[in-house]
Structures are given as C-alpha cells and as structure tokens.
C-alpha cells in the first residue's frame, strides 16, 4: 500500500495532561488507518510519553517522531520570566537522532527545573542554542513567538525572531502554518509566508490534533473546561475546534492546496528524523554509604532499626516480660529479614534508600 504524501508533525497524547485525549495505541492505529508511514507526539511541555510512543510504533510499524512543545520566554534582567501561561511563547521540537533526543531531555529537565513558584516549565530563549543540535524546530504557528509579533503588529520584530530561531536552528527550522479556522491564524499567515520567503525558510503545513474525530469535539471542550476550572457556557474561555482533529492526508492536501510545498515538508521532515527511544535499565545515583557496608546492607540495617522503634511503640506493652517481647516480636522480624532478602536478590536495595531519603 502506498504512503500517504502527509505527516502529522504536531499530535497531543494523552500526556498532554488535562488536554489531549488520544491513548497512544490509538495514535498508532490512526496512523495506520490512514496510511500515514510516520507520525510526531508533541505533548505540551513534556516527554512522559516517548517510551511508551516509540515502542508503540515500532509494534506497529510506523516511524515515530519523538518531540514536545516547549514554552518559552525571553531573558528579563538575565532570568527567564513567566506570568501567566498565556503570556509564553511556543515553540515545536523533533528529534532527528540521539543527540536531538539528549538534548532535548535536556531542554525538558530544564524547563521544569525553572517551574518553582507556580510557574510553567520553561525555558529561556538563549537557553536553546547549547542543545539545539539535533533537533528540528517549526516556528510554533499563532502560539509561537514569531506570531505573536506579528498579531501585535511588530512585522520587524517578528521578522528579527524569526532571524535569531533560525541561526539557532541552522537548516532546521521551519515556518508552521495551521488553518483550523481561527481568527488570529488567518491574521498572521500572511506575515508567516512572507517573512518564510524572505529569509529563504520552508514552509510546513501542521493541524494541532488533540482529539481523533469531530464526534469528541464536545467531550474534549467538556475536558478543557474541567482543567482550567471553567464551564462550557462561558464565553471567554480556552477553546479549540472541531478541526484539532486526526485529518487525513487528502484533507490536508485540500486544506493547503495553494501551498502544496507546506505539505510536502511534513514528509521530508520525517525523512529527516530517525529515532526511537530505547528501553533502557534503569540508571539510579550512587547512594552514599558508611565505609565497608553495601546498599543491602545499609538498607537492612535502617530497617531493622525502623522495626524495633515501631515495635517499642505499637507492639510491646509495659505488662510484657522481656521474653514474651522477644516471642511477639518474632514474626515481624522473620517477616522483615524476608523482605530484605527480595529486595537484596532483585538489586532494589539502593532504589529503597533512595526514596526512603526523599521521604
């Protein structure tokens, strides 16, 4: 069976949490369905999903493209600054390969490592240049910084941004176009065509899918309303269209049929990208230790240490002697030196530790 000449580039599973309502299996089976040969999850502000994605895909036969949608802020007094997230731009990123896949991790633990005070995970723009290599980037259509500026009517500035995203991303970014019927896309998208040709950039036709079909359009504007705490009757409120859907290839084609070449860099992009994330063993810090004793051994003697405390508090009684103490004690430190010894077998010992030191 022939491929179909269009990719979904910007696809929200249900790791976009509160927001998008796809299981990955069904992503799978829609890409299969429409005879689509690769597919990107973009989850917002995060990669929880890349495993579970790319080994879908694999099983599937599909070409996963591993990526996230990052907010971004420009650096204010040399700190990255975040108000409300309505007020952050965004901006698409896909991995080409396992440089492109570190560096993006990289980028995400970033982003959350600066969400402290009830601020979004973000990053600050010149915070993408160090980890850019890798990753191709598409300019984040209305919600990215280059059409914000131009809704604002800053055609200079959006055309300065434009210069600076791509000298960060050198041959890798691309102009995203999306026309799911929304007021401010059709206000910008002549600006976003004009600025691509200028600058000598591609264009790249993308539809923000959050949900399979038109039928889920009304459940998933029920979802939006119950993440952000409104309800369906207001009118100013976050809302999408029954267009954020899985379209097929021929409703893209028809959708862009002024700009076929937009459409045709879905498929190009793909080639472009060649990574799936890996199952790996887990990888856990070295936990520190008292000379000459292992983690099973450190473990077992905190626990054992636990137990006795509890079992002064919750078990003994001032009646009891101390060999009634020993006898009610038995079970539970026969119980416990069972337990240790699983833990000890499957190499948990240093997880236990671990967690026992958050806690």
């Avoid at 429409?34 to 989850?43: G, K, L």
């Avoid at 998208?189 to 040709?197: P, S, T, W």
Wanted: charged share 20%; net charge negative.
């Amino acid at each position: 069976m022939a491929h179909a000449p269009f990719v979904h580039l910007r696809v929200h599973s249900a790791y976009s949490l509160s927001e998008g309502a796809l299981q990955i299996a069904d992503i799978v089976k829609l890409c299969r369905t429409n005879a689509m040969p690769a597919i990107a999850v973009t989850d917002t502000a995060n990669m929880f999903g890349a495993l579970e994605f790319s080994s879908a895909c694999r099983k599937g036969g599909v070409q996963p493209i591993v990526g996230t949608i990052l907010n971004v802020v420009p650096e204010v007094g040399g700190e990255a600054t975040v108000a409300r997230s309505l007020e952050t731009d965004r901006i698409v990123l896909l991995v080409q390969n396992e440089v492109g896949y570190r560096n993006l991790s990289k980028l995400s633990t970033l982003s959350y490592r600066n969400a402290v005070n009830g601020r979004l995970p973000h990053v600050a723009l010149p915070n993408l240049g160090p980890w850019s290599e890798g990753l191709i980037a598409l300019t984040g259509g209305p919600g990215g910084a280059v059409g914000r500026l131009l809704r604002d009517g800053r055609a200079p500035a959006a055309a300065e941004m434009l210069g600076v995203l791509a000298r960060i991303f050198p041959k890798r970014l691309y102009v995203e176009l999306q026309r799911h019927g929304m007021a401010e896309e059709a206000q910008i998208e002549e600006g976003l065509i004009e600025l691509a040709y200028a600058q000598e950039l591609p264009l790249v036709a993308t539809n923000d899918v959050f949900f399979s079909d038109a039928n889920m359009f009304q459940a998933h504007d029920a979802l939006l309303c119950i993440a952000d705490g409104t309800y369906v009757e207001e009118a100013d409120r976050r809302r999408m269209t029954p267009e954020h859907r899985f379209k097929s290839a021929d409703e893209m084609r028809q959708l862009f049929a002024d700009l076929p070449e937009a459409v045709d860099n879905t498929v190009v992009i793909a080639q472009r990208c060649s990574y799936a994330a890996k199952e790996l063993a887990p990888i856990l810090p070295q936990f520190p230790l008292p000379d000459g004793r292992n983690e099973a051994e450190e473990m077992s003697t905190r626990a054992r240490a636990g137990l006795e405390q509890r079992l002064a508090a919750h078990v003994y009684t001032s009646a009891m002697d101390e060999a009634t103490r020993q006898t009610a004690a038995t079970r539970y430190r026969e119980k416990l030196a069972y337990e240790l010894d699983v833990i000890a077998k499957m190499g948990f010992a240093g997880y236990f530790l671990i967690v026992a030191d958050f806690i």
